[in-house]
């Protein structure tokens, strides 16, 4: 498979704290995204980074990417009840095909 | 902008019945979009590209006589899940990508997503 992978899969955290999510792939990529489904929900889209990236921010999310590694992190810092979601990464490589992570549910504590 | 509507947003049919889905991107137009399957508390898989004008591209493993693609025109795409069974149901995603000069398709715009029940 394809797929990418993702870990944890499931995160709870108290509000405040920051959290930290990892997402492993296969191939050679052009972008990697991260994208946000509240439960039953469509995805919302948070942040792109391009294969010649290696970090960028919006707001309260850090996204760094290592192409040797085959590796990115979505780091949520100051966590609110509201981020509570299952965070996908999706990357790409050549077209605009993209490839699903396996997701971390992340749960924030009030 | 950069919205993309689903509908329905849900429907329960019987077996052997076919479902229609409709995307529409709604304030820009999309000459691909792809549609997506999701499985309760897993991962989105891409099952068909639906390029406007022409035939979708499937993914290996999913039948294209199961899953009809149309995509008429450049704000809209339809899924067709043909004979349906129960374990067609699932939740269905469709997204679209405004082309943007030469980086076209990068930021894909999610539909809502229709949850599909078949009894």
């Known amino acids: 498979s394809q797929q990418g992978e993702e870990d944890p899969q499931a995160l709870s955290i108290q509000e405040g704290e920051n959290a930290t999510m990892n997402c492993s792939y296969k191939?050679?990529?052009?972008?990697l995204q991260w994208y946000r489904q509240n439960s039953g929900r469509g995805l919302v889209h948070l942040i792109l980074i391009r294969s010649n990236e290696r970090e960028k921010h919006s707001g309260r999310l850090r996204v760094t990417l290592d192409t040797s590694k085959k590796s990115s992190s979505l780091l949520i810092t100051a966590s609110r009840a509201a981020d509570t979601a299952s965070y996908f990464c999706a990357t790409a490589a050549g077209t605009y095909k993209y490839i699903f992570g396996t997701g971390t549910r992340l749960k924030v504590l009030a | 902008g950069a919205v993309v509507s689903q509908h329905p947003s849900w429907v329960i049919c019987k077996s052997g019945t076919s479902v229609k889905i409709e995307c529409r991107s709604l304030d820009f137009q999309a000459t691909t979009m792809f549609w997506y399957r999701q499985f309760p508390k897993q991962s989105l898989m891409l099952m068909a590209t639906s390029n406007e004008g022409s035939k979708a591209t499937y993914e290996q493993g999913v039948e294209k006589d199961k899953f009809l693609i149309n995509h008429a025109s450049l704000t809209l795409s339809t899924l067709t899940v043909t004979s349906a069974h129960p374990e067609d149901s699932s939740f269905y995603i469709c997204?679209?990508?405004?082309?943007?000069?030469?980086?076209?398709?990068?930021?894909?715009?999610f539909g809502p997503g229709t949850r599909l029940l078949v009894l």
């Open positions: 191939t050679s990529i052009n972008n």
């Open positions: 997204s679209a990508s405004p082309p943007t000069g030469g980086r076209g398709g990068e930021t894909q715009y």
